[in-house]
Every structure is written in C-alpha cells, then in structure tokens.
C-alpha cells in the first residue's frame, strides 16, 4: 500500500517534580506493537513504582540498562493484578558515586547519576471469533485489535540509614534538612559517637545530645525539604533511640552522705504531710554543700510543699550508671505534620514544647503552625512515696523513698499545642505494652493514615493508637504537607537519635520496608 507500520517506539519520560507526585502517559498500543517507556531516577534513595492500567491484555516487562523482550527482561508484572504493577526498591537503583544538580523536590540531582530502567507494553490481545468459510469449511479466526492504556509512575523515598555514601555524606543532596542542634553523627550499636567507618558503625540523626546537667536547652529537627502528599493516606517508619541521660538524682543518703537523726536535718528526701514539724528550706546541714550554680536543682515535693535538694553527680556513681537507676533525661520528641509557612526552618520551643509547641513556662511563644505532632514523651519523673506505720504505744511514723518512675507517653496534639490534660489521643507505653520507650534500646514506629480519616502507630509491631484525625486542614491546595522530627531539652537532656526513616506515599503500599 506505500504506507509504513510503526510497530515499536521508545519513550523518554520526564521524572515527576517530587516524592508522591504521579507523572503519567497514555497512549493506545495496536496489534502487535510494543512501546518502551524509559526513567532513570534521579536519585538513589527512592523506591520508584509503576502502574499500568490497559483496557485489555497486555504483557509489561521491565529490564535495567538495556531494553526488556519477551524472552529476555529482568522484571513481568503479574497479570493477575489490576492495574499492573512493579516496584523497584531503591537497592535496585545503580548510582553514580556523587549526585549533584538538577530539579527533584527542591534539589538538585546529576540526570547521569542513576542507570536507565526501560519498561515495554506490548498488545498481547486478541479474541476468538467463529468464521464460516465457503472453501475450507468453518473454522476459527484470532482478530487483534488496538489497547488503550495509562502508563504511570511515582516515586516513595527511603533512607536505610543516613550515610548517603552517594553524596560523600551530604543527606541534603537526597532530600533532608536538619534544623537547629539537629546533626548528622556516626555511631556504634549502642550509640556512641564513633570515628570509625567499619561495618558495624552506623551514621545517624541526633536531634538533641546528652549535656551535663542544667546545661543550655537545645531544640533539634529534621524535615524532608520538599512538601509529601497526605490527604489520600500514607505510611512511613521510623526507628528511634533514646540513651545518654544526663543527670542522676538520687537521695544524698543512698550516694552515701551522711544523714543526721533529726528528720529536719536529714539529707534523705522527705515528703510527708503533718507526721513532722514543717520543712521550709532544704535541711541546714545540706548549707555550704549544695551549690545550684554547680548542676545541681531543687525537686518541688508536691505534698510537703517544699523545694527539696536532688543532687546531680558524677557517672562514676554506682547508683546512677549510664542510663541505669536514678539516671534521668528528658524530653523528648515528636514526629510532625506542618503547612507552617516557614517550611523546614518552624520551630517550636525548647523543653516542655517538644520543638513544636509553646512553652508558657519558659515564656517561650514559638511554635509549628497548621500541625499534627505526635508527641513521644521520655521524661522521667522522680517522685516521693511515703508510707506510715504504728507501733504499740508509739505515734504514727513515717518513711519516704523516692521511686524512679518513666512517663513514656505517646500523644497527638494540634497546631503548636502539648497540653496533656487535652491532647486529641495519648497512650501510656508502659502500661499499655510494658515499653519503656526511653530505655535506651532501638524501637520501632510504623504510622498509617488513610482517605477515612483514621490514624494508626505501631510501637515495635504493636498497635498502640487508633484515633480519628482530619488532615486536610493542614494540607496546602494540591493536599502537600512537610512531614519531619522536633525534639528538645531542659534542665535535664538526653539523646535523641532518628537512626532511618522511609515513606510511602500511598497507604498499606507494602513498599516501606524495602
């Protein structure tokens, strides 16, 4: 006939701008045809997914570094799924060692710096039809005919850990941004700083680190740079640690300073209503020897009503070993929800406020605006218990001792607000589970948010909340929000480590752990 068939073409198709953001083409693919679709990733901490939607059969291959055919593909999506899909995790995204400019979320990336994946749709569709022949009798006839289809693509990030060797160690290259007293450290498995680059060390967020005591407040972030999709539902995972408290408070008897036998003038703590005379200062014996200008503090015991010496001292105290007995810190941090207009430079106050929230005790007004912060509260408490007893033809007697107790809270609040006698939901760790989620161990958080509203965390693969929260408040027009980590110190501090973290843009994708 003089005309020519185009039965394959090829396909370069331009990354989306972000994370979460679907780039898409649709086309129809005639009989026997196959169209190759190429992407290189623009970075290599990303999961990349393909969706392809056809309105009959069709087969879709997938190869990297050279083009996929029917005998000869890395990857065949099962046609038993609808759409079709792929998922190629971020190990299977070969990169350059230095990833340098271009546009993705704000950053710039090497378009050379990750290899090709090239991706086939061929028309495999046909129907059997019954056709009478005058010839040869009746017989059966295959008639092929034109599939429309979507082609489809997006991409998740996950960062197994913060090395990002591709980068010569720059995680803002791949997307992240840590605030304040945030920083970027190298570990061993149990947290401390290292120098070494071995296999066993790990390289790390610290959102806050352990100072001595009554040491300045520190608030700490980490954002990903570029507004995530929320409104139709995600799911991220996290792990976190938290060691290296700060300040041992203990009873000045049980560090073994001497104690007197007039209750008034003992160094024991006390705090007992009525059974003796009343206490309106620390004991006098404790004068010349209690210097708060020296790390130490003063513990408002709530019954007696005084302001009782607590004694900050040395590690090598046997009763206050590292992140042992009498140990405390504090205060913890938050995963965070925000459209605050300053992006990843918001910031709440130090202490109490989490570095999301305000801080009235501190006169401290800052705070994330348009937020969600699911709060991870680590402050240990140090409290008196009194118990009183009679003997025959004696008055009532009393003793104190103090007990150690973690709050270990998990809690949601909105818009720059931590008040925990109005939080929108909060959880005891320990009394729900019996995890201490500042002892000092690695712990697990998987969130799952949903199009119906509905909010779920796991801690270590257990389901401790489920609660109802409206997201689309905090969403800017295209429903995009910034997604990171606060934290902060007080008079106490402790570490706040953040050891990964990936994310889904889609919920139950099934893709965040790798």
Same mark, same amino acid.
């Given at each position: 006939?003089?005309?020519?068939?185009?039965?394959?073409?090829?396909?370069?198709?331009?990354?989306?701008?972000?994370?979460?953001?679907?780039?898409?083409?649709?086309?129809?693919?005639?009989?026997?045809?196959?169209?190759?679709?190429?992407?290189?990733?623009?970075?290599?901490?990303?999961?990349?997914?393909?969706?392809?939607?056809?309105?009959?059969?069709?087969?879709?291959?997938?190869?990297?570094?050279?083009?996929?055919?029917?005998?000869?593909?890395?990857?065949?999506?099962?046609?038993?799924?609808?759409?079709?899909?792929?998922?190629?995790?971020?190990?299977?995204?070969?990169?350059?060692?230095?990833?340098?400019?271009?546009?993705?979320?704000?950053?710039?990336?090497?378009?050379?710096?990750?290899?090709?994946?090239?991706?086939?749709?061929?028309?495999?569709?046909?129907?059997?039809?019954?056709?009478?022949?005058?010839?040869?009798?009746?017989?059966?006839?295959?008639?092929?005919?034109?599939?429309?289809?979507?082609?489809?693509?997006?991409?998740?990030?996950?960062? @197994?850990?913060?090395?990002? =060797?591709?980068?010569?160690?720059?995680?803002?290259?791949?997307?992240?941004?840590?605030?304040?007293?945030?920083?970027?450290?190298?570990?061993?498995?149990?947290?401390?700083?290292?120098?070494?680059?071995?296999?066993?060390?790990?390289?790390?967020?610290?959102?806050?680190?352990?100072?001595?005591?009554?040491?300045?407040?520190?608030?700490?972030?980490?954002?990903?740079?570029?507004?995530?999709?929320?409104?139709?539902?995600?799911?991220?995972?996290?792990?976190?640690?938290?060691?290296?408290?700060?300040?041992?408070?203990?009873? @000045?008897?049980?560090?073994?300073?001497?104690?007197?036998?007039?209750? @008034?003038?003992?160094?024991?703590?006390?705090?007992?209503?009525?059974?003796?005379?009343?206490?309106?200062?620390?004991?006098? /014996?404790?004068?010349?020897?209690?210097?708060?200008?020296?790390?130490?503090?003063?513990?408002?015991?709530?019954?007696?009503?005084?302001?009782?010496?607590?004694?900050? =001292?040395?590690?090598?105290?046997?009763?206050?070993?590292?992140?042992?007995?009498?140990?405390?810190?504090?205060?913890?941090?938050?995963?965070?929800?925000?459209?605050?207009?300053?992006?990843?430079?918001?910031?709440?106050?130090?202490?109490?406020?989490?570095?999301?929230?305000?801080?009235?005790?501190?006169?401290?007004?800052?705070?994330?605006?348009?937020?969600?912060?699911?709060?991870?509260?680590?402050?240990?408490?140090?409290?008196?218990?009194?118990?009183?007893?009679?003997?025959?033809?004696?008055?009532?007697?009393?003793?104190? /001792?103090?007990?150690?107790?973690?709050?270990?809270?998990?809690?949601?609040?909105?818009?720059?607000?931590?008040?925990?006698?109005?939080?929108?939901?909060?959880?005891?760790?320990?009394?729900?589970?019996?995890?201490?989620?500042?002892?000092?161990?690695?712990?697990?958080?998987?969130?799952?948010?949903?199009?119906?509203?509905?909010?779920?965390?796991?801690?270590?693969?257990?389901?401790?909340?489920?609660?109802?929260?409206?997201?689309?408040?905090?969403?800017?027009?295209?429903?995009?929000?910034?997604?990171?980590?606060?934290?902060?110190?007080?008079?106490?501090?402790?570490?706040?480590?953040?050891?990964?973290?990936?994310?889904?843009?889609?919920?139950?994708?099934?893709?965040?752990?790798?």
């Amino acid at each position: 006939t003089g005309q020519c068939q185009l039965w394959n073409f090829l396909r370069t198709i331009e990354n989306p701008v972000g994370v979460g953001i679907v780039s898409s083409v649709s086309d129809v693919v005639t009989a026997g045809q196959t169209h190759y679709f190429e992407i290189r990733p623009p970075l290599p901490t990303l999961v990349l997914h393909v969706m392809l939607t056809a309105s009959s059969n069709v087969r879709l291959l997938a190869s990297k570094g050279s083009v996929p055919s029917s005998t000869d593909h890395d990857l065949e999506a099962s046609r038993t799924s609808s759409p079709l899909l792929f998922t190629i995790a971020d190990t299977e995204l070969t990169c350059a060692s230095k990833v340098i400019p271009e546009w993705f979320d704000g950053i710039v990336y090497q378009p050379n710096g990750c290899d090709w994946w090239t991706f086939a749709v061929s028309n495999v569709a046909f129907s059997v039809n019954f056709v009478a022949d005058t010839l040869w009798g009746n017989k059966f006839q295959l008639d092929k005919f034109p599939v429309d289809y979507t082609f489809e693509f997006f991409y998740d990030f996950v960062f @197994r850990d913060f090395g990002c =060797e591709e980068s010569d160690g720059n995680c803002e290259v791949n997307g992240l941004v840590v605030g304040n007293r945030g920083q970027w450290i190298t570990t061993d498995d149990s947290g401390i700083v290292t120098e070494s680059t071995s296999s066993d060390t790990t390289r790390i967020v610290r959102l806050t680190q352990s100072v001595p005591h009554n040491g300045a407040p520190q608030t700490g972030s980490l954002f990903y740079n570029a507004p995530l999709p929320i409104i139709g539902g995600f799911e991220t995972e996290f792990d976190f640690r938290i060691n290296g408290f700060s300040t041992c408070v203990a009873a @000045r008897e049980v560090l073994n300073y001497a104690r007197t036998d007039d209750i @008034r003038e003992t160094n024991f703590v006390v705090d007992i209503d009525g059974k003796y005379p009343p206490i309106t200062s620390p004991a006098s /014996s404790l004068d010349g020897t209690y210097d708060t200008d020296n790390g130490n503090s003063y513990k408002f015991l709530p019954i007696s009503g005084i302001n009782s010496a607590l004694r900050s =001292e040395d590690l090598s105290v046997t009763t206050c070993s590292e992140n042992g007995v009498g140990r405390i810190g504090g205060e913890g941090f938050a995963f965070v929800i925000h459209n605050d207009p300053r992006g990843t430079a918001a910031t709440g106050c130090h202490s109490q406020g989490i570095g999301f929230a305000r801080n009235e005790n501190a006169n401290c007004t800052d705070f994330i605006a348009n937020s969600l912060a699911i709060e991870f509260d680590s402050f240990f408490d140090v409290r008196v218990v009194n118990e009183t007893f009679t003997r025959l033809l004696s008055p009532t007697q009393g003793i104190s /001792s103090l007990e150690y107790s973690h709050h270990s809270q998990i809690s949601v609040f909105v818009n720059g607000t931590n008040n925990h006698k109005d939080p929108i939901a909060t959880v005891s760790t320990i009394q729900r589970n019996h995890i201490p989620i500042n002892d000092g161990l690695t712990h697990s958080v998987k969130i799952l948010y949903t199009s119906d509203a509905r909010l779920r965390l796991w801690l270590d693969k257990n389901l401790i909340l489920d609660v109802n929260v409206e997201l689309s408040r905090l969403g800017d027009d295209d429903g995009m929000a910034f997604l990171g980590f606060t934290a902060s110190t007080g008079i106490t501090s402790e570490n706040h480590d953040i050891l990964n973290w990936k994310f889904c843009s889609r919920p139950n994708c099934g893709t965040v752990a790798g």
